[in-house]
């Protein structure tokens, strides 16, 4: 997949794609919709969005909120079959254009897309001015056609969103987060050097950064992991503490997963790890046995949890 971050200049092999637009958060089963409904039309398969996403943008002091990185995304929209990913850089320019001159400059004009696919909430130009009526009248002056996915609707009902999927794993059901993007949730990132603190106590953990990602409930979960480069490469079950570890008075949220069953070194390595079942709150414990003996009956169910996958 070529990934594009400029709309001007381009190739001529970039040209005439049909693509979905959107900020692609999750690459939930929306987005999937919208993105089959691009597959359809001519020239090669696109995405168009934006980084960094335009509320860190508008909103910088916001708390995190993405459900994954960019280069997540990235990886995750390549496996879906998108040959270009026009990663526009979201800045004051893009952001003064109005929706006439987005339309024209930046679709037409730019890019100049065969087919523009979007979901019936989607607005855009400064001020969130135009919307998919705007857009409708834009493509038939400039030449694009446009396509309206319905919003698609989850089995309880409610619209499948990022937003939705949020609230999910901020409540500790990522199944439900899953249902709706189609996926196990994921956090991806390398491995980086803790406290070693798991170690000692006789489960060593592959510690990742949690930075700009929106933060699921804090607690011990059962996970599926995909080590993803080197030596180790393959899948694995594992348990995974998200959060401060209150018992050792820290304050930067983090994932540490311990794998099963595995022996070896992954410092710097990427990992993808997939979260299945809320296990416990994270808590504090009366000394360091009652803590092992915690974390001894935590792996034992996350066995079992993960054996009927």
Not at 13 to 36: C, Y
Not at 114 to 119: D, F, M, N, T
Not at 125 to 150: Q, S
Not at 172 to 187: E, I, Y
Request: aromatic letters at 8%; a negative charge; hydrophobic letters at 40%.
């Amino acid at each position: 997949m070529d990934i594009l971050r400029e709309y001007q200049n381009i190739d001529a092999s970039h040209r005439g794609a049909s693509v979905a637009i959107g900020n692609f958060d999750g690459v939930h089963l929306g987005h999937q919709k919208v993105l089959d409904l691009a597959r359809q039309g001519p020239g090669p398969l696109g995405v168009l969005t934006f980084e960094p996403h335009p509320r860190e943008v508008f909103f910088p002091e916001a708390p995190p909120f993405r459900l994954m990185s960019a280069t997540a995304r990235a990886n995750r929209l390549a496996k879906l079959g998108v040959e270009t990913l026009f990663e526009l850089s979201f800045n004051t320019d893009l952001s003064g254009l109005t929706a006439r001159e987005f339309a024209q400059s930046v679709l037409a004009d730019g890019l100049g897309l065969s087919r523009v696919v979007v979901g019936a909430d989607f607005c855009f130009g400064k001020g969130r001015a135009g919307d998919v009526a705007t857009l409708k009248d834009f493509g038939a002056e400039f030449g694009f056609e446009v396509v309206v996915a319905d919003i698609l609707q989850g089995d309880t009902g409610a619209a499948v969103s990022s937003t939705n999927i949020r609230k999910a794993l901020s409540d500790g059901n990522p199944r439900a987060a899953a249902a709706m993007l189609g996926h196990w949730h994921r956090v991806d990132g390398p491995v980086v050097h803790g406290e070693k603190r798991g170690r000692e106590l006789g489960f060593p953990t592959a510690n990742m950064n949690l930075d700009g990602l929106h933060l699921p409930k804090l607690g011990t979960y059962a996970v599926l992991v995909d080590v993803l480069e080197g030596p180790h490469a393959g899948s694995y079950h594992g348990a995974a503490s998200l959060g401060v570890r209150p018992m050792f008075n820290g304050s930067v949220p983090n994932l540490e997963t311990f794998l099963f069953d595995f022996k070896g070194d992954l410092y710097g390595t990427p990992l993808s790890v997939g979260l299945v079942d809320f296990l416990r709150p994270e808590q504090s414990f009366n000394g360091i046995d009652a803590l092992i003996s915690q974390m001894d009956a935590d792996c034992q169910q996350a066995r079992a949890i993960l054996r009927d996958l």
